[in-house]
């Protein structure tokens, strides 16, 4: 097979096909199999290399795919035009339970026309509902008008999870460093969801009340919820152990720390290195020298059981207090 003619160093990943022509390649080479037409007039250079994104596996490879097809759209995209919904979600790498098709959300404000295309889910828009900003180049959605665009689209515990997602405070392990900013704060998701009126108004509400700034992740916080509606105490998310001398243990995912629980959710990361997986072991071996009960729990066990997820911490939780 004949390799292909390279292309001008000056079009990068994605260009529009009038910007190729005026740079002189022919047509036939912009139907070459190393291009693809995600949509009309767009042109983009089809990655060498997917194996990274397998390997991160279905939901990861598809969240890329959504970014490229976005970074794509963008070379043709009209000034009034922005990523919202789902797409703008999806960009703010908030965590969502699957993608659920590879459309492309954009919006504009009314009186203008939603686009129209193959591969793209146009949507008009009140302009005092949706504030937009940039992120990486691209026009989107803000963090805050992102989540309140999402109540009609998730269920209950995923709404959480993505406001959780936006509002997070993250500090390095032991307390020392300096805190992540989050991408939006509660006074902002609250001003969202007063903005106007909106699809989904009545789930956003419920959720509001239900999002924390400490967790880490969609898991941490459907584990949270999931003991908080079995009539369980709310537990701490991302505590820092400590042992009697002041050392630092580790940080746990979920805890009652009065009663020296840990609830570790045990993902596919923990088994991605070597490294990683001495490192969790490490942690959760000095935990429990230390008098910490560990509460395993997988993706099965939070998706398909949640009546075991409670059952599990309660039983550490009467074995504790029957102990003490």
């Given amino acids: 097979?004949?390799?292909?003619?390279?292309?001008?160093?000056?079009?990068?990943t994605a260009f529009t096909f009038a910007e190729a022509r005026s740079r002189g390649v022919a047509r036939s080479r912009l139907r070459a199999t190393d291009l693809e037409h995600p949509f009309h007039g767009v042109v983009a250079r089809i990655p060498s290399s997917t194996t990274g994104e397998l390997e991160a596996g279905p939901s990861e490879a598809m969240r890329q795919k959504i970014e490229r097809l976005a970074q794509a759209y963008a070379t043709g995209m009209r000034p009034p035009q922005f990523f919202s919904h789902l797409t703008a979600a999806i960009l703010w790498r908030v965590p969502l339970p699957?993608?659920?098709?590879?459309?492309?959300?954009?919006?504009v404000h009314r009186p203008r026309r939603a686009p129209r295309g193959v591969g793209v889910r146009g949507h008009e828009l009140d302009p005092g509902l949706v504030?937009?900003?940039e992120r990486d180049g691209l026009r989107l959605s803000?963090?805050?008008?992102?989540?309140?665009?999402?109540?009609?689209?998730?269920?209950?515990?995923?709404?959480?999870?993505a406001g959780d997602a936006l509002v997070c405070i993250r500090q390095s392990s032991g307390g020392n460093g300096r805190a992540a900013k989050p991408l939006a704060t509660?006074?902002?998701?609250?001003?969202?969801?007063?903005?106007?009126?909106?699809?989904?108004v009545g789930a956003l509400r419920d959720a509001f009340g239900r999002i924390r700034t400490g967790s880490w992740s969609r898991m941490?916080?459907?584990v949270r919820l999931i003991l908080v509606d079995a009539g369980l105490p709310e537990p701490e998310l991302n505590v820092d152990a400590y042992d009697n001398a002041g050392r630092f243990l580790g940080?746990?995912?979920?805890?009652?720390?009065?009663?020296?629980?840990?609830?570790?959710?045990?993902?596919?990361?923990?088994?991605?290195?070597?490294?990683q997986f001495q490192r969790d072991l490490d942690r959760l071996n000095r935990l429990v020298e230390n008098g910490w009960r560990i509460v395993r729990l997988t993706k099965k066990h939070v998706f398909n059981e949640p009546?075991?997820?409670?059952?599990?911490?309660?039983?550490?939780?009467?074995?504790?207090?029957a102990a003490s």
Avoid at 98 to 104: E, G, K
Avoid at 142 to 161: E, I, K, M, N, Q
């Fill in 220 to 222: 941490e916080t459907w």
């Fill in 186 to 200: 509660l006074e902002q998701l609250r001003a969202a969801i007063d903005a106007g009126q909106r699809p989904g």
């Fill in 1 to 12: 097979m004949r390799t292909p003619r390279p292309l001008p160093p000056e079009l990068s």
């Fill in 251 to 275: 940080c746990i995912d979920l805890a009652y720390p009065d009663l020296k629980i840990a609830i570790e959710y045990e993902g596919a990361h923990h088994w991605m290195s070597a490294e």
């Fill in 131 to 133: 504030h937009i900003t």
């Fill in 142 to 161: 803000s963090p805050a008008s992102t989540w309140a665009s999402l109540g009609p689209l998730l269920s209950a515990y995923d709404l959480v999870a």
């Fill in 307 to 321: 009546a075991e997820v409670v059952r599990r911490v309660a039983v550490a939780r009467q074995q504790v207090n």
């Fill in 98 to 107: 699957r993608l659920y098709d590879d459309v492309i959300d954009v919006s």
